[in-house]
């Protein structure tokens, strides 16, 4: 993916933690990224412009990240949803719908390239 392309994606970071969206933010810098406290705000970002792609934490206050996935899945098919969490075991990780998932605590190297084999990976991508 070129340089050009990367700075043109929009992505959203759902994580209850202000530490893990700030890191994260930072990591996709060249992105240009959204980020959302809970299930809620995220929504109503997809609402107002669905991004090129979501990561976002299993474990929310209120609505949980696989009650996130269902409500993008249904609204906006396109968009490619990648899971993180520090709390669950490989046997729920294939329950999942995820386009990816990594597990807390999350290497950035590898969360950057997940994302950017996932967008490759997508209509429109470079692949």
Do not use: W
């Amino acid at each position: 993916m070129s340089e050009t392309t990367v700075a043109t994606r929009r992505l959203l970071i759902v994580d209850d933690e202000d530490a893990i969206r700030l890191v994260i933010r930072r990591a996709f810098a060249d992105f240009q990224v959204e980020d959302a406290a809970d299930a809620a705000q995220a929504l109503m970002s997809i609402g107002r412009s669905a991004p090129d792609i979501v990561i976002t934490d299993i474990h929310l206050t209120g609505m949980d990240g696989c009650a996130l996935l269902a409500r993008i899945r249904e609204s906006h098919p396109e968009v490619p949803v990648i899971g993180i969490s520090g709390y669950v075991n490989d046997e729920d990780v294939e329950d999942f719908d995820f386009d990816a998932f990594l597990l807390k605590p999350v290497e950035l190297k590898q969360l950057r390239e997940r994302v950017l084999t996932v967008l490759d990976s997508r209509p429109g991508g470079e692949n």
